[in-house]
T-cell receptor
Framework: SQTIHQWPATLVQPVGSPLSLECTVE??????LYWYRQAAGRGLQLLFY??????ISSEVPQNLSASRPQDRQFILSSKKLLLSDSGFYLC??????????????FGPGTRLTVL | AQKITQTQPGMFVQEKEAVTLDCTYD???????LFWYKQPSSGEMIFLIY??????QNATEGRYSLNFQKARKSANLVISASQLGDSAMYFC????????????????FGKGTKLSVIP
């Protein structure tokens, strides 16, 4: 079966520090991968998606970047964090439901606080 | 204009009662899909149910059913026999375009409804 991992689970970082969040998927190959951010009490904002190794599409211009160095690995980075980068970051992969339709399955998330 | 609208920021329901969470959508694409996710306090997004634009019957999955009214562009989630564990945020989402195949397969999410089940 497929599983998705994210780490770290929580992170507290000072303003101006770098960031690296990692997402890995097991049990599938060449999945679409997605990074979302969720501000407190809000919906999900799509940040980046990737349809394959080295292929990154950005949905929102900002100081964040993403990379996909391996088939099942998706990394979210920043060189200098801003206060507004605080939030809950979710990684997702495109998978198939038992009823044979595609959906997105989410990881456990990383809660980032920038102080 | 918002593509997914959830007009109920919060809802309360008595345990064992049924509850309907509203979702309206906006798209001009004839092929689309509608999804509901549950987000408990732990934060993980859990896929609940899916309805395709060409599906003739309303989707059901255990205690969850989707009241799909295509002409009104609504896709309300019905939870029957509410349980305390149903207390969570619920998000409606939409995919525009084919249900499978190549492509980005992006989802657009609503702002969510917080459901509280009262014992």
């Amino acid at each position: 079966s497929q599983t998705i991992h994210q780490w770290p689970a929580t992170l507290v970082q000072p303003v101006g520090s770098p960031l690296s969040l990692e997402c890995t998927v097991e049990g599938t190959s060449n999945p679409n991968l997605y990074w979302y951010r969720q501000a407190a009490g809000r919906g999900l904002q799509l940040l980046f998606y990737s349809v394959g190794i080295g292929q990154i599409s950005s949905e929102v211009p900002q100081n964040l970047s993403a990379s996909r160095p391996q088939d099942r690995q998706f990394i979210l980075s920043s060189k200098k964090l801003l206060l507004s980068d605080s939030g809950f970051y979710l990684c997702a992969w495109r998978g198939r439901t038992p009823l044979l339709t595609d959906t997105q399955y989410f990881g456990p998330g990383t809660r980032l606080t920038v102080l | 204009a918002q593509k997914i609208t959830q007009t109920q920021p919060g809802m309360f329901v008595q345990e064992k009662e049924a509850v309907t969470l509203d979702c309206t959508y906006d798209t001009s694409d004839p092929s689309y899909g509608l999804f509901w996710y549950k987000q408990p306090s732990s934060g993980e997004m859990i896929f609940l149910i899916y309805q395709g634009s060409y599906d003739q019957q309303n989707a059901t999955e255990g205690r969850y059913s989707l009241n799909f009214q295509k002409a009104r562009k609504s896709a309300n989630l019905v939870i029957s026999a509410s349980q305390l564990g149903d207390s969570a945020m619920y998000f409606c989402a939409m995919r525009e375009g084919p249900r499978s195949g190549a492509g980005s397969y992006q989802l657009t999410f609503g702002k969510g409804t917080k459901l509280s089940v009262i014992p």
